[in-house]
Nanobody, 127 residues
Framework: QVTLVESGGGLAQPGGSLRLSCAAS????????MGWFRQAPGKEREFVAA????????NYSDSVKGRFTISRDNARNTVALQMNGLKPDDTAVYYC????????????????????WGQGTQVTVSS
């Protein structure tokens, strides 16, 4: 039902910044909590950040807390991930995901509970 398309990935140096964007082709986008996940070679897909429908309640993994910021624009059906202070360990394919939510203040961090996923965008942090 929900189509998600990520953009903004690329190559960055350690300490640099990238801004990822996810566009949803869905009229009811505002009814979904959103999340960002990533998967590095040889690792499981892991939680990065999540945001509730209200654009207020958020959650971050410990590894990115203080460096990444998630935000959304329900009017434009988009969610973004601002990544600052990038580290080589941030190298991964980053995925946008949608999780239907009745409540405006809830967010979710478990991979297996998200139903809709984008194809991913590669982020490489290297000197």
């Amino acid at each position: 039902q929900v189509t998600l398309v990520e953009s903004g990935g690329g190559l960055a140096q350690p300490g640099g910044s990238l801004r990822l964007s996810c566009a949803a082709s869905e009229r009811t986008f505002s009814r979904y909590a959103m999340g960002w996940f990533r998967q590095a070679p040889g690792k499981e897909r892991e939680f990065v950040a999540a945001i509730a429908r209200n654009n207020i309640n958020k959650n971050y993994s410990d590894s990115v807390k203080g460096r990444f910021t998630i935000s959304r624009d329900n009017a434009r059906n988009t969610v973004a991930l601002q990544m600052n202070g990038l580290k080589p360990d941030d190298t991964a394919v980053y995925y946008c995901a949608a999780h239907w939510s009745l409540h405006s203040n809830l967010h979710y961090s478990l991979v297996e509970t998200y139903e809709y996923w984008g194809q991913g965008t590669q982020v490489t942090v290297s000197s």
